[in-house]
């Protein structure tokens, strides 16, 4: 997965200003979010996991 440097932001920021966060998700599909300036997590839409998601 090849990640934007626009994409990435802090946990605390995620804490902070989680509309904003979300507004990111929107417009790039996803997110990554950082804890203690490493990747730690990945927000994503949920319409993007339902596509990804393994068929039973």
Known sequence: MKININNLVSISEVNQKFSKVAR????NGATVILKNNVPRYELIDYSQLQKEEIPD
Do not use: N, T
């Open 24 to 27: 990111l998700v929107d417009e």
